[in-house]
């Protein structure tokens, strides 16, 4: 079955420090893999997104993530953290489940970035 | 272009009582929906999911209930609310080929059961 795992429930970086989130997938297929970035009492904004081609991919707000096939990754990471960045991320994975397309999502990693 | 609404954005309800969330799309014709819940310290769980009008789909078995009346609406109820039904609900759409596009979510709304 597919599953995504985000194994660091909580990260702490001081502002102006790189940044990585950790996300594996479990997924039979290629995989459609994405992250989201949600700020508090708020909904989901799509930071990037793979589906094939360059396996280092450029989202929104200075952010990258490289897939890794061989690692069944699709990390997070960002060279120098603002602290407009402190929020919940969460990676997902498109699955072909019955006809239909649906995400799968991680239950998310909290960043908390230090003045 | 296209948007998403969500309301109400704050909901606080007493136990045995009814619920009706509504998610409206807009700029977008035949989308499909989806409802999660997001509870805390947890991720996103799926609700249910609809690809057309009438057409709704369940995840989980659980308290509420979905309908989709027009093609851009998509309700999520309850006739009678439980402490567990407490979370964030997430409204989401996305176009036919889901997989490369992604989904747009709603900005949510926080329900309270007491």
């Known amino acids: 079955a597919q599953s995504v795992t985000q194994p660091d429930i909580h990260i702490t970086v001081s502002e102006g420090a790189s940044l990585e989130l950790r996300c594996n997938y479990s997924y039979g297929a290629t995989p459609y893999l994405f992250w989201y970035v949600q700020s508090p009492g708020q909904g989901l904004q799509l930071l990037l997104k793979y589906f094939s081609g360059d396996t280092l991919v450029q989202g929104i707000k200075g952010f990258e993530a490289e897939f890794k096939r061989s690692q069944s990754s699709f990390n997070l990471r960002k060279p120098s953290v603002h602290w407009s960045d402190a929020a919940e991320y969460f990676c997902a994975v498109g699955a072909l489940t019955s006809g239909t397309y649906k995400y799968i999502f991680g239950t998310g990693t909290r960043l908390k970035v230090l003045a | 272009s296209q948007t998403i609404h969500q309301w109400p954005a704050t909901l606080v309800q007493p136990v045995g009582s009814p619920l009706s969330l509504e998610c409206t799309v807009e700029g977008t014709s035949n989308p499909n929906l989806y409802w999660y819940r997001q509870a805390a310290g947890r991720g996103l769980q799926l609700l249910f999911y609809?690809?057309?009008?009438?057409?709704i789909s369940s995840e989980v078995p659980q308290n509420l209930s979905a309908s989709r009346p027009q093609d851009r609406q998509f309700i999520l109820s309850s006739k009678k609310l439980l402490l567990s039904d407490s979370g964030f609900y997430l409204c989401a759409w996305s176009v036919v080929r889901v997989a490369v596009n992604g989904y747009t979510f709603g900005s949510g709304t926080r329900l309270t059961v007491v």
């Open positions: 609809s690809v057309g009008i009438g057409q």
